[in-house]
């Protein structure tokens, strides 16, 4: 899911560019307007079109912002109260330097919890387009406690979605490496050391069975009679 953050990130800065030299259109949405902070020097912008019931919240796809939901979210106010979020390196949102430890999809999750926690919301349902369904797969993996429900928006990309029946190999190589690389750096340090291997741990049965379906859909691959000679075969 990681692997396409740095991509997503620097992607992200040019639509953001891109957004800033376009006239914008008055907005008449019905919403209030707040920035919560998420992280050092980085606060979202927070649209808050109010309503009645569980709260509902909106991630906008790669390059939006919240107020894409401009027309859409008002339709769900009346059962629930519904908010949309601009994650950061878009627009008003703060942009941090493109790194993967800025962008990358637990990163940016975690402002998205950062978010829920400063609004003090009650286990939310999340509503994500696109590109925004890493941080729904990020939140719902590691903090499924924290929201009542995902709802992914056209967003079923390798980046947003492990497939647990191994249709595709997923291996957050990245984080894996990070972890491997800032072990020997921990060693002072007991019990970060210990998290980072709780981390790496908690990837080996995922790495394991990848592999083994992997294996078995190369091996069905070779079973499969000859192509046609008549066959042509693009690269």
């Not at 649209?47 to 008002?74: E, R, Y």
């Not at 829920?116 to 939310?124: E, S």
Request: aromatic content about 6%; some cysteine; hydrophobic content about 40%.
């Amino acid at each position: 899911m990681k692997q396409y953050a740095a991509v997503a990130a620097m992607l992200a800065l040019l639509c953001a560019t891109g957004q800033a030299q376009t006239p914008v259109a008055p907005d008449t949405s019905p919403h209030k307007v707040q920035f919560v902070s998420v992280d050092k020097a980085v606060k979202l912008e927070v649209l808050d079109w109010g309503g009645n019931g569980p709260p509902l919240i909106f991630l906008a796809g790669l390059g939006d912002t919240a107020h894409v939901f401009d027309s859409f979210a008002p339709k769900f106010s009346a059962k629930h109260h519904v908010y949309g979020i601009t994650r950061r390196g878009i627009a008003a949102s703060s942009t941090p330097p493109p790194t993967n430890d800025n962008y990358d999809a637990d990163r940016l999750g975690d402002d998205v919890l950062a978010v829920i926690d400063a609004l003090k919301l009650d286990r939310p349902i999340l509503a994500g387009h696109s590109i925004a369904g890493q941080e729904l797969s990020s939140i719902g993996t590691r903090h499924p406690e924290k929201v009542a429900g995902l709802i992914y928006l056209d967003a079923a990309e390798s980046f947003a979605f492990y497939d647990p029946n191994g249709s595709t190999l997923q291996v957050d190589v990245p984080t894996m490496r990070r972890d491997l690389e800032q072990l020997p750096k921990a060693a002072g340090s007991p019990s970060e050391s210990l998290r980072l291997m709780d981390e790496i741990e908690a990837t080996i049965p995922n790495l394991e069975k990848s592999l083994k379906d992997y294996r078995a859909r190369l091996v069905g691959l070779h079973e499969l009679p000859p192509l046609p000679q008549t066959t042509q075969v693009l690269v």
